[in-house]
């Protein structure tokens, strides 16, 4: 380039140097190197764990049971991706009808030798305005938008089983807790006793420490919330009322039924969709030439009637002479067949599953109960020395301590059927 382009260059209205501005701003981001940006996140995301407080400097927030549910249904990470799902899909079903409205084009075009680029005018730019009507794949509209449909009903059931699992292990966080304070109330009875014979004691305060910060983090967590250390008052929780879990575990619950059902919809979906390859496609056009053009400062348009509007009408078939669309269907229909019969194989394990969780929750009910009266009869009785005092203390400790152990086992039986029948309560 010569002393002259370069000059004619420097003398370039200011817009035009507004856009090389731009556009140098964009290719200086797009050549920063990975190794920077994600240098830079990391120290964006150090400096945010470095200001916050630790656990044990959060202040202490105590809240109802009902409260804790609804705060975390709305806070919850999980259930605002389960939420956005939701969106999606119901995005996609309005996308069918959005796409059938006409777009419109703005185009702008500048032709000028290089030479002169310092002398660019109004002139030399052209500007086009036309309007587009499209209706893609008419004959695919109805499974298009059935197939959306379909996907909101399986995000909204998704959903159901997300909430429930959210208050499943609400409930099992502050059940683990409560039995935490009771093994460890029970081992520091028994450490007073061991410091008083032999001058020792256990480290059952770092357990209980330890025990008890991690359920704090795992409810921080459930909850969705940092700013505070969270306690759930267990006086709040409503009583559980197995007798009802046991008259629903006749049968396996609508929710899950339902989650079933969707895959062996998905399957047939796929099935029609590769059906629907054999009929004819229909695309449908209407277009305009320009509403407005600027051209070399010359105006034109176009007024709208019938005239001015254009349609142009596409029916294709496309003929499976390679057979491929009919390999696609019967490996399609072959493999909806094998998930019908595992789907149903699934469902009958899993009524199986249940019938498991009610009978060892009733035999641990029925173990527990026989544990507390032989506890009880231990300490009623009137030891005739001080050996059998000692003796029938650290028997009842022990039998404690197996009871405590193998609750925490069962709190993973009674999460398992709040989440499969919901939180059912008296």
């Known amino acids: 380039m010569n002393c002259m382009n370069v000059l004619n260059l420097l003398n370039m209205p200011s817009g035009f140097w507004r856009i090389v501005a731009a556009g140098g701003m964009m290719l200086a981001v797009t050549s920063c190197s990975v190794e920077k940006m994600v240098q830079k996140r990391v120290e964006a995301l150090s400096a945010e764990v470095e200001r916050q407080p630790d656990l044990d400097q959060l202040p202490v927030r105590k809240v109802s049971w009902n409260d804790a549910v609804a705060f975390a249904l709305k806070n919850n990470l999980e259930i605002k991706q389960g939420q956005l799902s939701i969106d999606d899909a119901e995005r996609r079903v309005r996308r069918v009808y959005m796409d059938m409205i006409p777009g419109v084009n703005l185009d702008a075009l500048m032709t000028k030798d290089i030479g002169n680029l310092g002398s660019v005018s109004s002139d030399d730019i052209g500007f086009h305005t036309n309007i587009l009507f499209n209706l893609p794949s008419l004959t695919q509209i109805p499974i298009t938008y059935y197939t959306a449909k379909a996907s909101v009903f399986r995000a909204n059931k998704s959903m159901e089983m997300k909430k429930r699992e959210l208050i499943s ?66 006086k709040t929780v409503p009583k559980v009322s197995w007798d009802r879990y046991k008259a629903a575990s006749g049968k396996l619950d609508h929710l899950v039924l339902a989650m079933m059902a969707m895959e062996l919809e998905a399957s047939r979906l796929n099935v029609l969709g590769i059906k629907m390859r054999y009929f004819p496609e229909l695309n449908v056009n209407f277009y305009s030439p320009s509403l407005f053009t600027n051209t070399g400062g010359t105006y034109g348009g176009f007024f709208a009637d019938s005239g001015d509007m254009y349609v142009n009408m596409n029916l294709s078939l496309q003929l499976d002479t390679k057979l491929s669309v009919w390999d696609n269907l019967q490996s399609a229909k072959a493999s909806h067949a094998i998930l019908e019969k595992e789907v149903f194989m699934r469902a009958l394990e899993r009524k199986d599953k249940v019938k498991k969780l009610m009978k060892s929750r009733e035999d641990f009910e029925a173990w527990a109960s026989y544990i507390k009266k032989r506890a009880a009869f231990l300490d009623a009785t009137q030891p005739l020395s001080v050996e059998e005092y000692k003796n029938n203390q650290q028997e009842v400790s022990k039998m404690y301590r197996d009871l405590y152990s193998n609750r925490e086992k069962n709190l993973q039986t009674e999460a398992a059927l709040i989440m499969e029948y919901g939180f059912l309560t008296y």
């Open 169 to 234: 292990k609400l409930y099992k966080n502050v059940r683990s807790l409560e039995i935490a304070r009771a093994r460890y109330e029970l081992s520091k009875q028994e450490s007073d006793i061991k410091e008083r014979s032999d001058g020792t004691v256990s480290n059952v305060d770092y357990e209980w420490c330890e025990k008890s910060r991690t359920l704090a983090m795992e409810l921080i967590s459930l909850m969705g919330d940092t700013h505070y250390r969270w306690q759930i008052d267990e």
